[in-house]
């Protein structure tokens, strides 16, 4: 068993690629053993990204490929044979010479000539040599560049230009080109060590990387260096980091090398909105902030991480910081000087030279439909007459900060500058809150999960509003393949994780109609309101969908749910169902996940499956029936009898537990299990009487829509 090392070396890699071609190789690689009989997990490839470098790192691979034996059928004898003579016909010859041995060492069975052949197993090394150029120019990514290294090769596209290719099979050269580089045993270290690395053994290339290229090839291992880092350096500045995450996965990708350095500004621009600081400092320099552990203030310092492991280059590099840090501060005071000359009211007039989309006029008039809009969706969600108010002030005020200067030179504040400002106006807190949070959730570690009431209702109504908007256009730039320029996609997820955080129940469609109602007012709308719901309720259920897959382990559940009694057209045409799906869902997936260890394994729902399965199967093979309502009077066995009335009495139970106690109802239901049983072991479904078979048909159907008052436990695969 052999160790396999591939690296490409390459000018600073994007940071959205590194965090994404990683993972997409290790599929394509998998994909290419398998073709040849070699399985290998995932988890089994050990994938490496930073700034100059991908590489992936398997052990155990076997030197050749699996042989490979194949019976491959010829022509019927009656055709390969003459009848006469027995002798090969021009169609038997064929076949022999096609398959490249002679007619007598072919097999003549089963009325057909038959060839079995078998191909010896390849090199694996060669495999890889034929393959990986491919494989590498497959790798995906936006803003790809196409280039070529001289005039005698093809251009190749990229994310950046690749400088080396490191491919070993233990210590033996995997050799191919690609882009005019040619594979070898070398790799490069820190951009500031320029000496070549020979590495001497696939599973040597950790260790020489680290020590003599001083290069930390693993992300994960990069990420909690520089956590550790940040937060020793916070507490020596003494204060507590401000908590970034998304930053933090940006700099582990960004250094290969990483090192922690701190600098200072002036106490005065503390005076700044600490918003504008923390968003500066990270959006535009990747610093972190740091807080005071004892008060809700920023202290005048911040941390950076840098590629120079060189203690005596690090004041330099924090000094060269601090003059950028000065004079973006130093902007950001004149726009925050500026925009508060006038309340943020006055700023809503300005909103009319800002268009919201193409058709859909502009952002005031957005404002304008937000309005009412916010107190439909205020209505929908009972909230009390204050936050009502709340949320349509909020709405008002809502899209304002576009026109500040600030917004318009930090995009990234929009929402947070107008919260900010809200309060400074003397607006109330709850106001301020729902602006604030109006376009949550944005990324990770946005909560959304104890939004206040006037929030809730401003977030929704202005996701409604930008969906029907655009839905009720002819041409809308709708979602196609991973574009999503509009960020619908987003909206429609957003609000699903707003109802669901916040265990709320809504009825969607009279939301849809009374945003259709606004755009209606003000001539915007292109489709009517049935077409524009015909094309936007298909949207949410997708969005739903995909969401759940990437929560569950089984995604057989999903169709399962989705199809009991009434789910398909109320689980998210109303959304009212939509926490009651979600938790049935998590519920079901949680015992199907143990159902390998008997002792925490659901039995009742294993068996709740397998008669439910057993239900459906005799249902689906009798179609077309008429079934009719079930008469009592027409059962000739006690265990006809036995299962009405266990069905009665289950239904009764059912409908008396809580929606979202799945445990319960599934007991219950189980609890026709034995009953269910006897029947088919006892009687005879299809009866020669039609009568008393469409009887026993209907009395089926009515256990399977018990069982869909669940779920439709057929659908799952266990």
Not at 70 to 90: F, I
Not at 203 to 217: A, I
Not at 460 to 467: E, G
Not at 627 to 635: C, G, Q, T, V, W
């Amino acid at each position: 068993m052999a160790s396999f090392l591939l690296e490409i070396g390459a000018e600073e890699l994007p940071v959205a690629f590194l965090a994404s071609a990683p993972a997409e190789f290790v599929a394509a690689l998998c994909n290419l053993l398998a073709h040849v009989g070699i399985t290998v997990s995932p988890e089994n490839i050990q994938a490496f990204a930073a700034p100059r470098r991908l590489a992936w790192f398997i052990q155990n691979l076997p030197d050749y490929t699996q042989s490979k034996t194949e019976r491959l059928k010829g022509p019927p004898l009656r055709v390969a044979l003459n009848e006469a003579s027995s002798q090969p016909t021009q169609a038997g010859l064929g076949f022999a010479q096609k398959m490249n041995v002679a007619f007598e060492a072919l097999e003549q069975s089963e009325g057909y000539l038959w060839h079995t052949q078998t191909t010896p197993g390849k090199p694996l090394p060669a495999l890889l040599s034929e393959n990986l150029p491919a494989l590498i120019s497959n790798l995906s990514g936006a803003h790809f560049m196409r280039w070529q290294a001289d005039t005698t090769t093809d251009a190749i596209k990229f994310s950046r230009p690749i400088r080396w290719l490191t491919a070993l099979w233990d210590d033996q050269l995997v050799s191919f080109s690609l882009a005019s580089v040619q594979s070898d045993c070398t790799s490069r270290g820190l951009r500031l060590t320029p000496d070549i690395l020979k590495i001497s053994h696939a599973n040597d290339y950790l260790r020489q990387l680290r020590v003599q290229g001083q290069v930390e090839p693993d992300e994960a291992v990069r990420h909690q260096w520089i956590t550790t880092q940040l937060d020793e350096a916070a507490s020596k500045a003494g204060g507590r980091l401000v908590s970034n995450e998304a930053l933090l996965s940006t700099v582990a990708r960004m250094n290969e090398s990483a090192t922690v350095f701190m600098g200072q500004f002036d106490a005065s621009f503390l005076a700044l909105p600490a918003c504008v600081l923390t968003t500066v400092l990270a959006s535009h320099q990747k610093l972190f902030a740091v807080k005071n552990p004892h008060k809700n203030k920023l202290l005048p310092v911040f941390l950076g991480v840098c590629n120079n492991p060189n203690p005596e280059a690090l004041p330099t590099i924090a000094a060269g910081n601090e003059r950028v840090v000065r004079a973006r501060f130093q902007d950001a005071t004149f726009f925050f000087q500026s925009d508060r000359q006038q309340a943020l009211h006055e700023y809503t007039q300005k909103l009319n030279g800002v268009t919201f989309q193409k058709n859909l006029a502009t952002m005031h008039d957005k404002t304008l439909r937000l309005i009412p809009l916010c107190e439909a969706v205020g209505q929908s969600l009972k909230l009390s007459d204050e936050d009502l108010q709340h949320a349509q002030r909020a709405a008002s005020l809502a899209k304002a900060d576009l026109v500040t200067l600030l917004v318009r030179e930090f995009t990234e504040l929009q929402g947070e500058l107008g919260a900010e400002y809200a309060r400074l106006d003397g607006e109330p807190q709850a106001v301020a809150n729902a602006i604030a949070t109006q376009y949550h959730p944005r990324g990770e570690g946005e909560s959304i999960d104890h939004l206040e009431p006037a929030a809730i209702a401003l977030n929704l109504a202005d996701k409604l509003d930008t969906l029907v908007a655009i839905f009720s256009q002819k041409d809308a730039k709708l979602p196609t393949g991973s574009k999503d320029p509009l960020g619908l996609r987003r909206a429609a997820s957003g609000m699903l994780q707003i109802l669901l955080k916040n265990n709320l129940k809504i009825a969607i469609t009279p939301l849809l109609k009374a945003a259709h109602r606004q755009l209606e007012h003000q001539n915007l709308a292109q489709l009517s309101d049935p077409e524009t719901q015909a094309r936007l309720l298909p949207f949410f259920e997708q969005r739903g969908k995909i969401w759940l897959k990437e929560c569950l382990q089984n995604a057989s559940l999903i169709e399962a749910v989705w199809q009991r009694n009434g789910a398909s057209q109320t689980a998210l045409n109303s959304l009212d169902q939509w926490v009651e799906v979600v938790e049935t869902l998590k519920n079901l997936d949680a015992q199907l996940d143990k159902r390998h260890q008997p002792q925490q394994a659901s039995q009742a729902l294993l068996r709740v499956i397998e008669s439910a399965t057993r239900v459906d199967k005799i249902l689906a093979a009798a179609q077309p029936l008429a079934l009719r309502n079930i008469d009592p009077a027409r059962f000739e066995t006690a265990h006809e009898n036995r299962l009405w009335q266990g069905l009665e009495s289950v239904l009764n139970a059912i409908g008396n537990a809580s929606p979202l106690d799945v445990q319960a109802r599934i007991e219950h239901l189980d609890g026709l299990t034995d009953a269910i049983d006897a029947f088919f072991d006892n009687v005879l479904v299809n009866a020669n009487d039609p009568a008393v078979k469409a009887n026993r048909m209907s009395l089926l159907q009515a256990v399977h829509e018990t069982y869909c008052q669940v779920a439709r436990f057929s659908l799952i695969q266990i």
